[in-house]
């Protein structure tokens, strides 16, 4: 409550009730003295509790968290639990524990921020040269580079298993559900992108710049008129010859839907993008897509040939900027560079899209978790009928309903990162396994999260749809993860109409 007070004095927030309740009242008003640390409560964490407590410890002095246990965002015992003994993940614990311990650190410190960021999304800005550009709210910008400052954006090189990077971005997902961290995101998941199939010139230029995250990477795939039909995209590359850094393309079109792009975090950002070669040997359809890397600096330091044209609103999310942008509205067009072979771009765009898929998936879990929390908390300190409400069964059911989503979804998402790691090591069945289940990894958690932050909102009452508490703010930024990577209905087409007849059905019968 201390660091919200200062955090949103600093940002001019305006107060909310529900901090100051937790402000005012002591840590006995809302949990027992004594803990078993990984836990909110002794009371209600036997009620909803499935894994082993660890030994008790004492409550915290400032009626926030313990070292081992549960702050708002989430439970540190049940993600142990999880990674140590039910995936018996290949990684000391103690190295484990201290990665959690510097997550939970910064959560702690920059969490309150969060609602400022909601509250004050991304704008569409004219500079003075006519151009337009993206401003983020400037405590983003901090926010990230405290975040590379830590060495968290480093955690892939220091060789740790994604298993337990995804462990770590559970705790980051429940603390920032206005998602300003999806700049890291994208750009990982891009850089990885770029490492597997790029040439070694273009890795030269851009890998180890957006490891650093000094230039922003985003995936742009989506048209305004073809979303998920990606066999419909209708921007155009001509081949423009060799250059310093490979095969030089000149790109036309328009892209709609691009997390990340044309903000003032960094000065420069690179798209990871698709696009259709002209010319009579592109084949038709999906078949014809290549994949390209589109900066908006060049190597020189000039501007490339692409431009904002729109910044859209949305529901949820709103700390990362979504935008609508065209390619070559000048006379030559926007330079591109070839990543991987020629119409070979959608298969490769897979190994972002499904690590992506797994993000969502993972996302959706910290916010049906973060939602059981905060209702939680709630049901401990209010009183109705002249007891707790979390005495009355309903709200039992309301809060078990709600862990059963959440916790059964983050151990959905560590397993698949868990068969991940294995097919890295040469494990084949383990990647033929991920590649069976990505569909449900991404779809599942996204939907039935969403409804365990609708039970969340429901045990808050008339409180619950008020501002004043977080629960409005996490069905909002929850809602769109249904159709982020494509909708439930397309990952089911894509599950049944290709993954469940390829090879005879194989992926089947593992």
Request: net charge negative.
């Amino acid at each position: 409550s201390q660091v919200y007070s200062s955090m949103a004095s600093r940002l001019g927030l305006r107060p909310s009730p529900h901090r100051a309740i937790f402000a005012r009242a002591p840590p006995s008003a809302l949990r027992p003295a004594t803990l078993a640390a990984g836990r909110l409560a002794c009371a209600s964490r036997r009620l909803v509790s499935t894994a082993a407590a660890a030994p008790a410890a004492a409550a915290p002095d400032d009626g926030w968290r313990t070292r081992q246990g549960l702050s708002r965002y989430a439970d540190r015992r049940d993600i142990e639990f999880v990674l140590h003994e039910v995936e018996r993940v290949e990684a000391e614990a103690e190295e484990v524990r201290g990665v959690l311990d510097s997550v939970e650190d910064f959560v702690e410190e920059w969490g309150p921020v969060d609602p400022a960021l909601d509250q004050s999304p991304p704008k569409l800005i004219t500079a003075e040269d006519g151009s337009t550009a993206v401003e983020v709210h400037p405590e983003t910008k901090r926010l990230l580079a405290d975040y590379h400052a830590r060495g968290f954006a480093e955690m892939e090189e220091l060789g740790l298993p994604f298993s337990v990077q995804c462990a770590a971005q559970f705790l980051f997902g429940g603390a920032f559900p206005s998602n300003p961290l999806g700049f890291t995101v994208l750009t990982r998941c891009a850089a990885d992108l770029l490492e597997a199939h790029g040439s070694e010139s273009l890795k030269g230029e851009y890998l180890s710049d957006m490891r650093a995250g000094k230039v922003v990477g985003t995936m742009a795939l989506s048209e305004p008129h073809a979303g998920s039909s990606l066999g419909n995209i209708r921007t155009t590359a001509v081949r423009a010859g060799d250059g310093p850094l490979g095969q030089e393309y000149r790109l036309k079109g328009d892209k709609m839907w691009t997390s990340a792009a044309f903000h003032d975090v960094t000065p420069n950002t690179a798209h990871m993008l698709l696009a259709r070669i002209a010319g009579p040997d592109t084949p038709p359809g999906a078949r014809g897509i290549s994949l390209f890397l589109v900066p908006h600096l060049l190597p020189d330091g000039s501007p490339n040939d692409v431009e904002v044209v729109g910044l859209n609103k949305k529901m949820g999310h709103r700390a990362l900027p979504n935008c609508a942008w065209s390619l070559g509205g000048g006379a030559g067009g926007a330079t591109g560079y070839l990543v991987g072979e020629p119409h070979q771009g959608l298969s490769a765009m897979f190994q972002m899209m499904n690590a992506m898929r797994i993000e969502v998936g993972l996302w959706a879990a910290a916010l049906g978790k973060r939602g059981l929390n905060e209702s939680l908390l709630y049901a401990e300190g209010r009183e109705q009928g002249g007891k707790r409400i979390i005495e009355h069964d309903d709200v039992k059911r309301m809060l078990l309903q709600q862990k059963a989503y959440a916790e059964g979804a983050f151990a959905l998402t560590i397993h698949a990162a868990t068969l991940h790691d294995r097919n890295a090591a040469g494990d084949a069945e383990a990647g033929a396994m991920l590649d069976s289940i990505i569909e449900v990894v991404k779809s599942w958690p996204s939907e039935w999260c969403l409804e365990a932050n609708k039970w969340a909102m429901q045990v808050l009452g008339g409180y619950g749809y008020t501002q004043d508490f977080p629960l409005e703010q996490l069905y909002r930024d929850a809602r769109p993860n249904m159709i982020y990577e494509g909708t439930s209905g397309v990952q089911a087409l894509d599950l049944l109409g290709r993954k469940a007849s390829m090879g005879g059905g194989a992926a089947l019968k593992l």
